[in-house]
């Protein structure tokens, strides 16, 4: 994404909207879904190279709840550190075998890129920050937004799906290119 980013015209803006695949819980991950999970993690391995440690899967127990990690997200970016919380969150979970929903990894991690720690844990309890969130999972529903990560064009007030390459940024960005001048105004 950030490949991607880095080529999209200076016009464009990007922005971050969380989408929270599944609610709070404490419960552990069915069995069927750790595996199947791990399976992709195995695919996309083979695919693209990107690296995994499967020590998570042993390690951790693992939970289906992404709304925690969604809301460290955006307490960071109350401190102008969403991009790296976000990929503190990705490396902690894929890299480091750390459970993405546990509050002390978002601790951990909020301590390791900088952030006021005390500032960042009342934000991830504060009102303000739910009712961000509750915001940013409106808007993805509304957009249709059902994968993550996804990307979404904006062109005045409509909504474009774009699909992702993860081998290349050049269909990517055609793509954008397309629906950009199919949404220019007749001159």
């Not at 989408?19 to 404490?26: E, V, Y």
């Not at 954008?176 to 105004?185: A, F, H, L, Q």
Request: proline residues 6%; glycine residues 4%; hydrophobic residues 40%.
């Amino acid at each position: 994404m950030e490949k991607l980013k880095q080529q999209l015209p200076g016009v464009i803006q990007f922005e971050y909207v969380v989408g929270g695949l599944a609610p709070d819980s404490t419960l552990p991950m069915p069995p069927e879904m750790q595996q199947k999970i791990e399976s992709i993690w195995h695919q996309i391995e083979q695919r693209l190279g990107t690296q995994f440690n499967y020590e998570f899967w042993t390690r951790c127990t693992p939970v289906r709840s992404t709304y925690q990690a969604c809301r460290a997200v955006i307490a960071a970016g109350f401190q102008d550190s969403y991009e790296q919380m976000l990929e503190a969150i990705q490396h902690a979970y894929y890299l480091r075998a750390m459970p993405p929903h546990d509050e002390a990894t978002h601790r951990q991690l909020a301590q390791e890129i900088g952030l006021n720690v005390q500032q960042f844990e009342n934000d991830v309890t504060g009102r303000l920050l739910e009712g961000v969130f509750e915001d940013q999972l409106s808007l993805a529903r509304s957009l249709g937004v059902n994968a993550y990560p996804s990307l979404v064009l904006q062109i005045n007030d409509a909504y474009f799906p774009i699909e992702i390459d993860y081998l290349s940024t050049e269909p990517t960005l055609k793509l954008i290119r397309e629906r950009i001048v199919e949404n220019m105004p007749a001159q």
